[in-house]
Each structure stands twice: as C-alpha cells, then as structure tokens.
C-alpha cells in the first residue's frame, strides 16, 4: 500500500481494518508470478528489495498527471497469448516502451537513502533505531515490442462487454462467458468515471521470459492504481505479490505502511527521464509490497489531496469534493445505486455515506459515541478522510502545464480560486469547481488584461487570449504566495 513515514506492512490485509478505500488494486488477466516480501523480523531502517521475476510498477502522478511503468515476468508451459486489461480514468496521452533499468536505478538511489538514514539513526541511539465509456470508442491501437496494445473508451456497460467477446474472439482466445464478477466490477469503474480500458494481448513463449516494460501516459485528478480486474478475473483465486513504488510531491498518509525516501530531480532523471518530466523539483518516494488472494482485493488505490476535505458537506452541497467522495464511496463497496459520480450531495450519497461510516466506525462513529452512521460528512468524517490522503496543502500547486478550455485538476481549480480572488470573475454564483469551461476562459482575459504588462507586452500583444501558457503561468504563481 503506499505510504509516507511509515511503518512496514507488507500484508494488505493489515490495512483492510485501517482503511477499506485505499486497498490496492492492479489490473491483469495474466499468471500472477510476483514478488515476495521478506519474512521474519523487520530492520529498521528496511533495504529495498526488487525481483525482476515479478511484477513491477513505478507510479508516478504530480497532481494532474500520472505515469504508470509496469514491468511483468510471463511463464507457460506451452506457447500461448496472454490479454491484460487495464482500466485508466483518462484517454492515455502516451504508451511507450520502457526499460527494467528504471526500477534497478530506483532501488539503488532508495537503498543509498535509506543507508545514509540509517548511519543517521545510529549516531542518535540505538534505540532510534528501532523506530516505527454511446458503445465503445476505440481511442488507440498500435503494436509496441512483444504488446498489441488497443485502447477503448466505454461509453455504455453492455456495448463494452458485447465488444469484449468479439474482441477476445478475434485474438484466438477460448471463447467463455463473461461472468457476473467482471460485469459488476467493469459497472464499479464507469460509475466512478473510469472509461478508458487498455488491451494488452502478449505471445509468450514456453520458456520464462522478461518483458520489457510500458509506460502509461494519462491525466487524473488522484493518485490512482488499479487491481479491483485482477480480482474479477479468471485467475482471482491466485495470489498476488507486488512490488510498488508511489512517486509525488506531498506526503502519503502514515497509515498505509512502507518506506519513504526523498529524491531529488536528478536522481529522478535517472530512474526515468519520462517520470522526471511531470515534476520540478524533489519528489517523495514511497515503496511498498502487497500481498493477497485477488479474489479477495474489492478495490483500487485512490489517494486525493487532504484539503478536499476542509469543509462539511450534507444534502445539497455541490461541487468536485462531492464527486471525490462519491468515488470513493464506489470504490469501497457503500455505493448501493446503478447511479455514476455526479458531484452532487443526495440522497444516494447521504445513504452509502451512512454506510461507509458503519464500515468504519472504530475510527469516524465511536470516537463521538455513535453507533448508526448518520451521512452527514462533518468534522469526524472529514478528519478520518484527511488520514487517507495526500497531505499536501493548495498553496503548495504551481503551474506546471498550459491550460486552455476542456482541462480539468487541481491546477485549474487553484488558478479560478486566483480569478474569483483577484475580482476578475463575472459569475459569483459559480464556484471553483476544477473544468476549464468558458467562464474560466473569459474571467482568463480579463486577469491577462489585468497584468498585461507581466503577460501580454513580453509576447506583443494588447488582449488576452484566454489560454494560460507559460507568461500567464508564471504571473499565477505570483498571485498563489501574494
């Protein structure tokens, strides 16, 4: 599970009781060969083990954008195709091949960390050293390396599966039935606005063999990481070793176990120029191991910034940390309806809210004495949801990409928070919501015009234009510390 300061867990059904939400999930109709934790005592501080016969993953997501680098070890005993699916909350910017060396390279600079840490402790004491998608919309196709890569948007539940048939069909595979695990979990993903799902079909040989890794491209307004597939899957009875490495900016809850280590943009480079480009400067490097049955993991990891959570929200309320915490009520399994995320506080909402408190009231019900969960998201509420996220702060965004109309991230709610501030925005009954639509675009000019003499002049222009490029940029990050 990821992690920031922690602890080591490497058993995800520790977490089950800490945190139902956050159990990892990874995506794979494939042979479950992965890696094992090690067992006995624990050192503190721990070294960082990789196996190279297993599956691997590098992810990476500085706010607005994420990079999976996934790396797995096949074996058959005869020739055969093996398909992945991998279900993205976005349309894949960039699928490419990559290399093993990126995670060697992140280990090595991980256990150089933890080394100088632990000679670190050991001049303190030894006792600190003991220290705790109408139809189906084929987005993408193309063959990289060993992988036929197809990439769908699902825009209706029963296309979806009708197309899975014909698709599997085409590949030579067995026909079957599609069960009703695997519809449930394919309904679970749209209804949190997950459409976009990978096909990956691999020729294996007889002989154990590495394939080369492939890096995944996509935008997302969370950390994210997929296994809820796995466990609907034809192989959910197998167990699952995975070695997994969480990269951001901010810290990740304690709660979650590992080890975490600081990098710096250089050291970055040289894990992965690819994962080097989404961030500015250092990065938090959490890795941690999960081990479970995969019928038995109901969820993917989703991890949203704490500040989400710094208000109360009941019937009525509005707005994008609503849809966050319809997301997660899905995710976890209180979500009762056929109904998707809408961003909107009713009673659907109010009724899995209840519910999820239930689940969990060690932590949010018998604190304040309650026994029946009442589906009001107030102070306990938001202070366990604070927990189980990021713990970065706004103040902390910078702009780090252009902006224009159809964008959506923190990013952008952060600069209409600067508009609405800086009294450019014409529309006070609209709030920051996160969508660069076209009152964003206008209130855009009007700050342009504003400080046209940081933004325009430099470029010899006298209007704004509404995109946000990189003079706009730095003039906004101005205004976030002003």
């Known amino acids: 599970m990821p992690s920031g300061n922690l602890s080591h867990r490497p058993r ?3 977490m089950k009781k800490v945190y139902p939400y956050l159990l990892i999930s990874f995506l794979i109709l494939v042979f479950p060969v992965l890696v094992s934790a090690d067992g006995g005592m624990v050192i503190w501080p721990p070294t960082i083990h990789l196996d190279q016969s297993a599956q691997n993953a590098i992810v990476a997501w500085n706010g607005n954008e ?6 797995i070890d096949l074996e058959s005993s005869a020739p055969s195709t093996v398909l992945r699916i991998i279900p993205l909350p976005s349309n894949p910017s960039e699928i490419k091949e990559g290399s093993f060396d990126s995670f060697e390279k992140l280990v090595e600079i991980m256990n150089e960390k933890i080394e100088e840490t632990r000679n670190q402790w050991l001049k303190v004491g030894r006792e600190l050293a003991e220290a705790p998608a109408a139809g189906v919309e084929i987005t993408f196709h193309k063959k990289i390396g060993a992988h036929d890569i197809t990439v769908v ?8 599966l009708d197309w899975v048939k014909e698709f599997t069909e085409e590949k030579g595979f067995e026909k079957k039935e599609i069960s009703s695990e695997f519809r449930e979990g394919v309904a679970n993903y749209l209804k949190r606005d997950i459409k976009y799902f990978v096909f990956d079909v691999i020729e294996t040989g007889e002989e154990k063999e ?5 890096i995944y491209r996509f935008e997302s307004d969370f950390l994210y990481y997929p296994l809820l ?3 609907i899957s034809e192989i959910g009875g197998s167990r699952t070793n995975i070695d997994l490495f969480l990269i951001t900016k901010e810290e990740i809850s304690s709660q979650a176990g590992g080890y975490t280590v600081e990098l710096t943009k250089e050291e970055l480079e040289e894990v992965s120029k690819e994962v080097s480009s989404l961030f500015k400067g250092e990065v938090k490097v959490a890795k941690t191991n999960i081990y479970e049955r995969l019928s038995e993991i109901k969820s993917d990891l989703i991890l949203f910034h704490s500040y989400l959570w710094d208000r109360n929200l009941t019937l009525g309320s509005k707005g994008m940390e609503v849809k966050a915490l319809q997301q997660i009520l899905i995710n976890a399994g209180s979500w009762e309806s056929n109904i998707e995320a809408t961003g909107y506080f009713g009673p659907i909402t109010k009724s899995a809210l209840a519910k999820f408190q239930e689940q969990n009231s060690r932590y949010i019900l018998k604190p304040v004495n309650l026994e029946t969960g009442t589906g009001y998201f107030g102070s306990q509420t938001r202070d366990y949801f604070k927990r189980m996220s990021l713990s970065a702060e706004q103040k902390q965004l910078t702009f780090e990409r252009n902006l224009s109309l159809g964008t959506r991230g923190d990013d952008i709610k952060a600069l209409q928070e600067i508009l609405i501030k800086g009294g450019v925005w014409e529309r006070p009954d609209v709030k920051a919501t996160g969508y660069f639509g076209s009152i964003t675009r206008e209130a855009v000019i009007k700050y342009q015009e504003k400080y ?5 002049e430099p470029l ?9 490029g990189s003079s706009t940029r730095s003039r906004l990050e101005k205004s976030l510390v002003e």
């Open 12 to 14: 995800i059904k520790n």
């Open 153 to 160: 948007k699902v825009n209706n539940l029963d296309y979806f």
């Open 460 to 468: 010899g222009l006298v209007k704004g234009t509404g995109f946000v």
């Open 229 to 231: 597939i796995s466990g």
């Open 210 to 214: 590495s394939i080369k890794p492939l």
């Open 452 to 456: 046209a003499s940081e933004i325009l």
């Open 66 to 71: 994420e990079i999976i680098i996934l790396s």
